[in-house]
């Protein structure tokens, strides 16, 4: 069992949709969890960041966390043609330290 | 201010070559990681690099070496390149004074071996 499971689509939505991307997690001593956006042929972009259990939102982005299930949420709000892009969820913590581990990624494509 | 920056931008190299990779953190970070991510998945960690000593190490072997200089800035060197070594290698960047796990991520150098 990978230690982060992320569907990798790709998954295809209108312009303005709501977007629900997903992963789950094995180890409960994680405590980070980020959610990075890369476009093609760039790096990883840091989106969001949240620590523990709850929400957080920036924008039309919300992260959701749920310790409890081992699931971790980002939603796009009003999605943009701009948005498309490969989504990758990451956790660190416990004794992983500095190390993120990311899930496969999922690709996204918001078509006008 | 200047994000995280890597060279080359582009590497072909053969098998049983060696590669060096630079890398150069975002001001005021003193901490830099790297990742390898072969296409369609998502980033490996290969190690962390603070204090000019490796912090921690993932699973890849020996052949991957690294090193960082008294400015922050690191390198990451392939010895004895396999065709499986062919992907996008990234540096990220992160302050131990703030959130360790927030990094971020340099645009990489796509090495390809043939």
């Known amino acids: 069992q990978k230690e982060v499971e992320q569907d990798p689509g790709p998954l295809s939505v209108p312009e303005g949709a709501i977007v629900s991307l997903n992963c789950t997690y094995s180890n409960s001593a994680f405590q980070y969890f980020m959610w990075y956006r890369q476009y093609s042929r760039k790096g990883p972009e840091l989106l969001m960041y949240t620590y523990s259990s709850g929400n957080k939102e920036d924008g039309r982005f919300t992260a959701q966390v749920d310790k409890s299930s081992k699931y971790i949420s980002l939603f796009i709000r009003d999605s943009q043609p701009s948005d498309s892009a490969t989504y990758l969820c990451a956790h660190a913590g416990g004794t992983s330290y500095g190390k993120l581990t990311f899930g496969q990624g999922t690709i996204l494509t918001v078509h006008p | 201010d200047a994000g995280v920056t890597q060279s080359p931008t582009h590497l072909i190299k053969t098998r049983g070559q060696q590669v060096t990779l630079r890398c150069s953190p975002k001001s005021g970070h003193d901490t830099v990681s790297w990742y390898q991510q072969a296409l369609g998945q998502g980033p490996q960690f290969i190690f962390q690099?603070?204090?000019?000593?490796?912090?921690q190490r993932g699973n890849f072997p020996d052949r991957f070496s690294g090193h960082q200089f008294p400015n922050y800035s690191s390198e990451l060197n392939v010895n004895a390149l396999l065709l499986g070594d062919s992907a996008l290698y990234l540096c990220?960047?992160?302050?131990?004074?703030?959130?360790?796990?927030?990094?971020?991520f340099g645009p990489g150098t796509r090495l390809t071996v043939t």
């Open positions: 690099y603070y204090e000019e000593e490796e912090r």
């Open positions: 990220a960047s992160s302050s131990t004074t703030s959130a360790p796990y927030e990094q971020y």
